[in-house]
C-alpha cells in the first residue's frame, strides 16, 4: 500500500499525509485478503472528494457572486466588482491572482424599469429595459402601441407605412398562439388539438418572418429604422418557450428606449391593438452612460513546482447578460473552477506544472477575453497540458469530447480513471470527436492548437428556462450537480498536472465536408473585439 501511495502523496501537507498512511495501514491490516485483490484507492482523490462534501464553499460562492454581486455584464460596475471580489478570494485563500486588462467596452450600468398600461385600463407590466438601452427622462415616455402593419408587400410598401411610428411605441416581436411550453400540451392535450396548435404556430412564424423580410430589415436593424423615423420606443418579447421565461439580450437604439416585455403581458396588449383599442404604456426606465471602460479576465494560479512552464488551466467566463443574475450561464461553471483552486491549494499546494484558473471577460459577445488571452500569451498556450472549460448550466458533467486531437483519449481516460464511479460512470466520453468552433471559451485555445475540453452538463432545461433568460438566478443551482463538477475539475487537474507525459496535440483528418465538398479545415483563431459596444 505504501509504494502504491507514493505517487501520488508526495504533494500532500504532512499533516493530512499522516492520517492518510495511517488509515490505509488500518484498513490493510483488518483486510488482508482483500488488500490483495482490491485496486489500489488514490490518497489525493479520497481528500478532494472530502473537502469538496465536507467543507464545500460553493452556496456561500454563490450567494456573493450572484445575489450580493448580481449579473456582470461587460462594460458595467457590476462586472468590475466581481473581477475585483475574485482576487481577494483568490487571495485569502493564499492563491496568487491579477485582473488583466484585454480590452475596452461601452460602459453602463442598468437602473430600474417600471412599465405601465396607463389606456384603456391601469396595470403594471412584467418587463425589462434591455442592455445598452438609453434611458428615459423625468416621467419617462407614454405613448400608443402600434404593431408592424398586416400586410408588407415590399420594402417600398412597408417605407410608405413607416411615418405612422412617429411618436409610437412599436411592437416588433410575433404575437404568440399559446403561452404554455410544448411539455405542457403533450401532458394534457388531445393528439388533435396538440397538432392543430402546432400547425397554427409554425403558419404564423412563417407568416411573420416572411413579413419581416419584406420590409427588408432584420431584427437587429428594424429598430434603428423606427429610431431614425420618429418611434418613441421599442417593445419585445423574446419569449423562450417556457412559463414566464424571456431571452433578454441587448437594444439596437441609441436615443429611446427598447423594452421587453413577457408574454403574458405583451400577447394582452398585442390583442388589444389589434382591436383597436389603441392600448397606451408608459415607459420609465434608468440607466448610466458611463464612457469607455478598461475590460479584464481575472487570472489566478498555483505555480508548478517541477514544471512551472507547463499548464494545467481551468476555464470559465465570467460575464454574463443581465436578466437575470447569470447563475447557471456562468455563475456555475465559474464557482467550479473557484472551488477546484481552494481545494487543490489546500490539498496539493505544490503541483508538478502549474494550475491556473482563467474567469474569461465578453464572452457572451464572442468569446472577447479568451481570444484575447490566447492572442497575449503564445509562451502559455504552447505549453498547455490541458484547459478544462465548464459553462453550460448547472447540471453535473455527462460529455467530455476529445475535440478532434487524435490521442485525446488516452490521455482523458487515464485521468477519468481515477475518478470516482459515481461520478465517471454516467459521462460519455466520443473519441476523437471534432474540434469546437466557437460556443465556449474553449474553442479559443482548440482553434490555437492546444488540448482544450468542454465539461457538457445535463441539460436542466437549460436552453429554455435559464441560458440568457430573466430566470437564470440563485434558485436554479443543483449545488449535488455543481460539487460533483467541482470534484471532477479538480482531480482532472490534479491529473494532468501529476501524468508524466505531455499531452499530444496530433489533430485527426477531419472529414469531407458534405455540403462543400472539400476537406474539412481546423477552427481559425480569430482575433477578439478589443473595443466593443460603441457602434
Known amino acids: 500500500m505504501k509504494t502504491m501511495m507514493k505517487r501520488y502523496t508526495h504533494h500532500l501537507p504532512k499533516a493530512l499525509l499522516a492520517a492518510l498512511l495511517l488509515s490505509a495501514q488500518v484498513g490493510q491490516a483488518q483486510t488482508p485478503n482483500n488488500a490483495q485483490t482490491q485496486a489500489p484507492k488514490n490518497p489525493m482523490v479520497e481528500a478532494i472528494v472530502k473537502e469538496a462534501t465536507e467543507n464545500s464553499q460553493l452556496e456561500r460562492l454563490a450567494y456573493e457572486l450572484l445575489d450580493k454581486i448580481g449579473p456582470r455584464l461587460v462594460g458595467s460596475p457590476q462586472m ?133 423580410a419584406k420590409t ?76 469607455v471602460v478598461p475590460a479584464f479576465n481575472t487570472i489566478a494560479e498555483i505555480k508548478g513546482s517541477e514544471k512551472p512552464d507547463e499548464y494545467v488551466i481551468l476555464s470559465a467566463h465570467f460575464d454574463s447578460w443581465d436578466g437575470g443574475s447569470g447563475a447557471t450561464d456562468n455563475g456555475t461553471g465559474t464557482i467550479v473552477m473557484m472551488e477546484a483552486m481552494r481545494i487543490l491549494k489546500k490539498l496539493y499546494p505544490n503541483p508538478k506544472r502549474t494550475i491556473l484558473v482563467g474567469h474569461w471577460g465578453s464572452e457572451e459577445q464572442g468569446l472577447n477575453g479568451s481570444r484575447a488571452f490566447v492572442e497575449d500569451h503564445p509562451e502559455i498556450v504552447k505549453n498547455i497540458q490541458a484547459v478544462f472549460n465548464q459553462d453550460n448550466g448547472t447540471g453535473r458533467v455527462v460529455n467530455i469530447s476529445g475535440q478532434g486531437f487524435l490521442h485525446s483519449y488516452d490521455y482523458i481516460g487515464r485521468w477519468l480513471s481515477a475518478v470516482p464511479a459515481s461520478i465517471r460512470q454516467p459521462i460519455e466520453t466520443n473519441f476523437p470527436g471534432t474540434p469546437g468552433g466557437g460556443g465556449s471559451d474553449h474553442a479559443s485555445f482548440v482553434a490555437a492548437g492546444a488540448p482544450a475540453f468542454s465539461l457538457s452538463s445535463l441539460n436542466w432545461s437549460y436552453g429554455t428556462y435559464t441560458w440568457h433568460t430573466n430566470r437564470d438566478t440563485y434558485d436554479k443551482i443543483v449545488f449535488d450537480d455543481v460539487r460533483s463538477n467541482a470534484i471532477l475539475t479538480a482531480i482532472l487537474a490534479y491529473m494532468a498536472s501529476e501524468d508524466p507525459a505531455k499531452t499530444s496535440r496530433e489533430r485527426i483528418v477531419l472529414p469531407v465536408n458534405p455540403r462543400t465538398g472539400q476537406p474539412g479545415t481546423w477552427p481559425t483563431q480569430n482575433k477578439p473585439t478589443r473595443k466593443g459596444g460603441l457602434d
Not at 186 to 202: G, I, L, N, P, V
Not at 248 to 273: C, Q, S
Open 80 to 212: 468590475k466588482q466581481a473581477n475585483d471580489w475574485a482576487i481577494e478570494k483568490y487571495k485569502g485563500w493564499g492563491i496568487m491572482a491579477r485582473n488583466e486588462k484585454w480590452g475596452e467596452w461601452r460602459g453602463w450600468e442598468r437602473g430600474t424599469s417600471q412599465i405601465e398600461m396607463v389606456a384603456p385600463r391601469v396595470k403594471s407590466l412584467e418587463g425589462m429595459q434591455l442592455a445598452w438601452s438609453p434611458a428615459t427622462k423625468g416621467k419617462g415616455v407614454t405613448a400608443e402601441l402600434i404593431t408592424l402593419p398586416a400586410e408588407i408587400t415590399d420594402s417600398v410598401s412597408f417605407l410608405q407605412w413607416l411615418p405612422n411610428v412617429k411618436g409610437k411605441l412599436v411592437m416588433i416581436s410575433m404575437y404568440q398562439p399559446t403561452g404554455r411550453p410544448d411539455y405542457n400540451w403533450q401532458e394534457f392535450a388531445t393528439a388533435a388539438s396538440f397538432d392543430k396548435m402546432k400547425a397554427q404556430r409554425t403558419a404564423q412564424t412563417e407568416a411573420w418572418r416572411n413579413k419581416l
Open 216 to 291: 427588408g430589415y432584420t431584427t437587429r436593424t428594424l429598430p434603428a429604422v423606427l429610431e431614425k423615423a420618429g418611434a418613441a420606443g421599442i417593445v419585445m418579447s423574446n419569449w423562450s418557450a417556457g412559463f414566464g421565461v424571456n431571452k433578454i439580450f441587448n437594444a439596437f437604439t441609441k436615443k429611446i428606449p427598447t423594452v421587453d416585455i413577457a408574454l403574458e403581458d405583451y400577447g394582452m396588449l398585442y390583442r388589444m391593438v389589434e382591436a383597436g383599442d389603441k392600448p397606451k404604456i408608459n415607459i420609465k426606465v434608468n440607466a448610466k452612460e458611463l464612457g
